[in-house]
């Protein structure tokens, strides 16, 4: 396996930065939960219906919500025990076990079936085809995180050889490459809502495919919890899961307008038309999962693109990573 969590482990004492999510008081019948979240983004929409519907506090839970901005650096904190929850590509959790961590992390919720990023070119093309990044310079995500791995399998699907037929640059740190992209020379770039939106608007890209329509239906987003914390709060994690059931309810079963509206205050610096738009797109792909059950079918799925990726020696068990218990 080429990646592991050995940076993890050294990191383990590092206090990762908050994010505006929720920040009440502490009330005296509630527990206080730390989610660390692996990017904060629309993508997570249910999550943030959750939040701002009040369903956290309906469940009893005192939700603090901070962002990790990475899947390592959220594994990190999980590790070390400043989160109580993780909120990421299961692919970390994976690499965990593999490496022999004790109290690893075990996932039990699952929040997206379909890749959140998209394909953003340089110029407008209006019937694309993915033979046509053949030759070109693309800012892609870090080596071992489930947006490259899923680039890449997407070209491995379109019989492009992702270290030859094209330049990939993995090197810029997430959430950055919009930026980037603006100011370099690029042709593409995968991004995540809202920059994808964003650089449209600006009218420095164009959105030119979904990659989680080219991928098909993938297990990209899960909650996860240390196996001993599991072990002692059980009844916590049946709450949280509960309320994010609620909120995968409220957005399976509301216009993006609605949703836009709820969400809006997770996203200040972002107009409601413009949440919509996303969330429309989003709706429009079947992005969010109607249940949290994750399936050893998706798991199986997961496993597979992580071994044709190289990043994975060999499957690890399912029954050990997740637990459906909270969810059925």
């Not at 699952?110 to 019937?127: D, H, K, M, Y």
């Not at 603006?182 to 449209?200: K, M, R, S």
Request: glycine content about 8%; hydrophobic content about 40%; proline content about 3%.
């Amino acid at each position: 396996m080429k990646r592991n969590l050995s940076i993890l482990l050294i990191l383990s004492m590092i206090l990762l930065p908050s994010a505006g999510g929720c920040s009440k008081e502490p009330e005296s019948d509630s527990t206080h939960v730390v989610l660390n979240e692996v990017a904060h983004s629309i993508f997570y929409a249910p999550q943030y219906a959750a939040i701002e519907n009040g369903y956290f506090e309906e469940q009893g839970i005192n939700l603090e919500l901070v962002t990790g901005y990475g899947a390592d650096k959220t594994m990190t904190a999980l590790i070390s025990g400043d989160a109580d929850i993780g909120f990421m590509g299961s692919e970390a959790s994976i690499y965990a076990y593999a490496q022999g961590q004790k109290d690893y992390a075990v996932n039990f919720a699952q929040l997206t079936q379909r890749a959140g990023n998209f394909l953003v070119s340089r110029e407008p093309i209006e019937n694309f085809s993915w033979d046509m990044l053949k030759g070109k310079y693309v800012l892609g995500g870090r080596a071992g995180g489930m947006p490259e791995m899923i680039f890449e399998y997407i070209l491995k699907k379109n019989n492009l050889d992702p270290a030859n037929d094209l330049q990939i640059d993995q090197n810029i740190d997430f959430g950055l490459t919009a930026a980037a992209f603006t100011g370099n020379d690029a042709d593409f770039t995968v991004e995540f809502e809202p920059y994808a939106t964003l650089l449209e608007q600006e009218g420095n890209g164009w959105v030119v495919a979904s990659l989680g329509e080219a991928s098909g239906y993938v297990p990209y987003t899960a909650y996860c919890a240390r196996k001993s914390y599991m072990e002692s709060h059980s009844d916590i994690l049946e709450k949280f899961t509960a309320a994010i059931q609620m909120g995968l309810d409220f957005v399976n079963s509301h216009t993006a307008e609605e949703i836009a509206d709820v969400i809006a205050p997770q996203f200040e610096e972002t107009d409601t038309d413009t949440i919509a738009a996303i969330v429309e797109r989003y709706l429009a792909q079947d992005t969010w999962k109607t249940d949290t059950v994750f399936t050893e079918e998706s798991f199986d799925l997961l496993q597979d693109i992580l071994l044709e990726a190289g990043e994975l020696e060999e499957k690890v068990p399912y029954e050990d990573l997740v637990t459906t218990r909270y969810s059925r």
